[in-house]
C-alpha cells in the first residue's frame, strides 16, 4: 500500500485524456515539468511535485481531469474493499466530518462489477470510519463537494486518488456559445498538436463553425494559458499551499504573449463558416478568449475558400452524416470541399476529421496518416493528406 501527500516532492497522478490523444498528452505533461509520464487506455500515469501538480491545472491543454492518487492496495473482494479504504491514508487529514464528498468509480473486482455499488462501499468505509472516531460523519454532495474522490479497480488492486480539476477542465470558460456539433476544447487542442502547428506558416479551417479548433490554435501559439479563468477543486484540499498556487497563476500569467515565443509574428489563422449565427458565436468565443485579433474570420461557403499565401496547415471537422439520408445530402460537400483543396491549396497539408469513412471517399484523395480519435463516443479518424 502508498501514499502519497500533496506537499510531498514526489506525487503520482493520472490526467484523464480523450482517446486517442495519449501519446500527444504525455508528450504535453513532459513539456510541463513532469517525469516518467507512460500511456495507459485514456489517461496518462506520471510523477510531479506539487508545483507542477498545480502547473498542470492551469497549462495542460489535453486532460478531461487530474487526478493525485493517494493509495493503492490489494482488492479481490468488497470487504478488502472496505478495510482498505479505511486504512489507506490518514482520514483525519483529508476528509473530517464537516467536509462534503462525492465518490466516483471505475473498473471492476470480485463482488464489485457496478460502479455505483462500489463507490457506495467506498462512502460507506469512510463515513463508518468518521463515526468511529468522531461521533460524526461527512455529507455527500453530488454537485459541489469539498472532496472528490475516485476509486479505480482492476487487476486486482484499487486505486484512490483526489480529483484536482472539479468540473472538466475541457471547459476554459470563453464558449458560452457553440455550434451543432461542438468539439470539446481539450480535443481541439489535441488534434492540432497532433498536426504540428507551430504558428510559423498559415492555418485555416473552412468549415470552423463556432471556431474552436482555431481559438485552441492561437491560444497554444500565443501562450494563453487554459486554466486562469476557473477555480478548481485542489484550492479546497486541506494544506493547501495558496503562495505556491499564486506563483504558478503569475507564471501561467506572464506566457501570454502578441508574438510567437521567438519574437516572429504569429502567422495568419483563418477560418470560413457559412451560417451567420454560427459565425456570430465564433466571434464571441474568440473575443471571449482574448484572441479575437489573431482571428481572421468570415462568411461564406467552403467551395469559395481562398487559402492565404502558403504553404500552411488545413484543418476540419465536417459533418459526419449520422443520421439516415444526411450521408447522401453530404456527399457532394466532402467532393466539393476535396476538388477546392486540390484546386487552391497546392503544397498545404490538410488534417480532416472522419467519422464516416464512407463520406471521405468522395475527396479523391489519399491519406498519409489515419490517427484514431473518439469525438463524443463517436469512432473517428484524423486524417492527414498531403496537397499535391
Same mark, same amino acid.
Given at each position: 500500500m502508498g501514499i502519497t501527500e500533496p506537499n510531498s516532492t514526489s506525487i503520482s497522478g493520472i490526467a484523464v485524456v480523450p482517446p486517442g490523444l495519449e501519446e500527444a498528452a504525455a508528450a504535453e505533461l513532459t513539456a510541463l515539468g513532469c517525469q516518467a509520464a507512460a500511456r495507459l487506455r485514456r489517461a496518462v500515469r506520471f510523477q510531479t511535485d506539487l508545483a507542477g501538480f498545480y502547473r498542470l491545472h492551469l497549462q495542460a491543454r489535453l486532460p478531461f481531469r487530474l #487526478? #493525485?492518487?493517494? /493509495?493503492?492496495?490489494?482488492?479481490?473482494?468488497? *470487504?478488502?474493499?472496505? *478495510?482498505? =479504504?479505511?486504512? /489507506? =491514508? *490518514?482520514?483525519?487529514r483529508w476528509l473530517p466530518p464537516g467536509a462534503t464528498f462525492r465518490v466516483d468509480a471505475t473498473g471492476s473486482a470480485p463482488g464489485l462489477n457496478h460502479s455505483h455499488y462500489s463507490a457506495l462501499q467506498v462512502k460507506n468505509a469512510l463515513v463508518d470510519l468518521q463515526r468511529q472516531q468522531w461521533g460524526a460523519r461527512s455529507s455527500v454532495d453530488l454537485d459541489d463537494p469539498d472532496l472528490s474522490i475516485h476509486l479505480h479497480l482492476g487487476g486486482g488492486e484499487a486505486a484512490l486518488s483526489l480529483d484536482g480539476s472539479g468540473g472538466s477542465m475541457h471547459r476554459r470558460g470563453y464558449r458560452a456559445a457553440m455550434g451543432l456539433a461542438p468539439l470539446k476544447e481539450n480535443l481541439a487542442a489535441g488534434l492540432i498538436a497532433l498536426t504540428g502547428w507551430d504558428g510559423s506558416v498559415p492555418l485555416a479551417d473552412p468549415l470552423c463553425g463556432s471556431g474552436t479548433l482555431l481559438i485552441e490554435a492561437a491560444c497554444m501559439a500565443l501562450g494563453r494559458a487554459p486554466g486562469l479563468g476557473r477555480h478548481f477543486a485542489l484550492e479546497r484540499w486541506p494544506k493547501f499551499d495558496s503562495q505556491l498556487w499564486q506563483q504558478e497563476r503569475q507564471a501561467a500569467s506572464s506566457l501570454a504573449r502578441e508574438t510567437l515565443p521567438s519574437g516572429d509574428p504569429l502567422a495568419p489563422i483563418v477560418g470560413m463558416e457559412q451560417e451567420p449565427g454560427v459565425l456570430d458565436q465564433a466571434h464571441s468565443n474568440a473575443e471571449a478568449a482574448g484572441i479575437a485579433s489573431a482571428l481572421e474570420l468570415s462568411l461564406g461557403d467552403c467551395r469559395d475558400f481562398m487559402p492565404p499565401p502558403g504553404p500552411g496547415i488545413l484543418v476540419c471537422n465536417p459533418p459526419y452524416g449520422e443520421r439516415i439520408g444526411e450521408r447522401d445530402a453530404l456527399e457532394p460537400l466532402y467532393a466539393d470541399l476535396g476538388r477546392m483543396v486540390k484546386e487552391r491549396c497546392g503544397g498545404w497539408s490538410l488534417w480532416l476529421l472522419s467519422g464516416n469513412p464512407e463520406l471521405t471517399g468522395p475527396l479523391k484523395m489519399k491519406a498519409s496518416r489515419r490517427i484514431p480519435i473518439s469525438n463524443g463516443g463517436i469512432d473517428c479518424r484524423w486524417l492527414h493528406y498531403e496537397v499535391r
Open positions: #487526478l #493525485l492518487e493517494l /493509495a493503492q492496495f490489494p482488492c479481490r473482494s468488497k *470487504d478488502e474493499l472496505y *478495510d482498505g =479504504v479505511q486504512r /489507506a =491514508v *490518514d482520514w483525519s
